[in-house]
C-alpha cells in the first residue's frame, strides 16, 4: 500500500504541481506581453489560458499533500524533521499560490478583459512570487530526496 501511496504522490507532483510552476512562471512575461500590446486578442487569450491552467492544476495539485500525508504515516516517517520542514514549506508555497499568485493573475486578466491599463509593476510583482513559490517546491523536492537521516544511502 505504501508503494500505491507514494506512486500518486510522485505522479501528481509531477502533472500537478508542474504546471502550475511553469505556468505561474510564463504568466508574468506574457502579461508584460499583452499590456505592452492592449489590442492584441491572441496575448490577451494566452495570458487567460496561462491563468486558467495555474487556476485549475492547482485544485488538483491538492492531491499531492494529502498522498505525502498518508505516504508519511504509512513510512512512520510524519514526526521527522525533514518531512515536517516540507509540509511547511508547501503551506506558504499554497498560501504564496492562493493568497498572492492565483488573486494577482486573475486582476490582470480581468484588467485586460476590459481593456484596461494593468501595471507592468504588477507582473514584475507577479514574477517574484512566481520564482518563490518554485524555490519552495525546489526546496521540498530535495528535502523528499536527501531525506536526512535515511538510511537509503541518498
Given amino acids: 500500500m505504501t508503494g500505491f501511496l507514494l ?73 521527522d524533521g525533514w518531512l515536517i520542514a516540507s509540509m511547511i514549506l508547501t503551506a506558504i508555497a499554497a498560501v504564496l499560490l492562493v493568497g498572492a499568485i492565483l488573486p494577482v493573475q486573475r486582476n490582470i486578466v480581468d484588467a485586460l478583459g476590459r481593456h484596461e491599463p494593468a501595471g507592468a509593476d504588477t507582473s514584475r510583482r507577479l514574477a517574484m512570487y512566481a520564482g518563490i513559490f518554485n524555490l519552495l517546491w525546489a526546496v521540498v523536492v530535495v528535502l523528499m530526496i536527501y531525506r536526512p537521516g535515511s538510511t537509503t544511502g541518498v
Fill in 7 to 79: 506512486a500518486v504522490h510522485v505522479v501528481a507532483a509531477i502533472l500537478a504541481i508542474g504546471p502550475v510552476a511553469v505556468t505561474a512562471s510564463m504568466f508574468p512575461p506574457a502579461a508584460r506581453s499583452a499590456i505592452a500590446d492592449p489590442g492584441s486578442a491572441l496575448k490577451a487569450g494566452t495570458v487567460t489560458v496561462l491563468a486558467r491552467i495555474t487556476r485549475v492544476y492547482s485544485v488538483i495539485a491538492v492531491v499531492v499533500p494529502v498522498f505525502g500525508l498518508a505516504t508519511g504515516a504509512s513510512l512512520g516517517v510524519l514526526t
